[in-house]
């Protein structure tokens, strides 16, 4: 199969179909096409932002880890004391 051009098989009759096609888009990609750019920017951050940014990032993530420990810590003492009070009145 040469690059450009694919293959369809028509179950209905057993045929074979070759269609060709681009391999590359050549067509507009500007903003007309509905992309929106708003607020968009690449990954090329100098090193003072990336480490800026890594570090936001790792703080918020271990604040959420310190809290999602903290619930489950009051969810298991709420466990216990039901399961010592059921155990108290049986």
């Known amino acids: 199969m040469q690059p450009g051009v694919t293959q369809a098989t028509d ?8 269609y060709r096609y681009e391999t590359t888009y050549s067509g507009n990609t ?21 480490h800026s940014a890594n570090y936001r990032i790792s703080y918020q ?3 959420d880890r ?3 420990v903290k619930v489950g ?4 003492v709420i466990i216990n004391f039901v399961i010592i009070i059921l155990c108290w009145h049986a």
Do not use: F, M
């Open 11 to 18: 179950q209905s009759n057993n045929t074979t179909t070759t």
């Open 30 to 50: 500007g903003n007309d096409l509905g992309i929106s750019t708003a607020g968009y920017r690449t990954g090329k951050h100098n090193p003072e932002e990336w």
């Open 61 to 63: 993530s271990a604040i």
């Open 66 to 68: 310190d809290k999602a």
């Open 73 to 76: 810590v009051i969810i298991l």
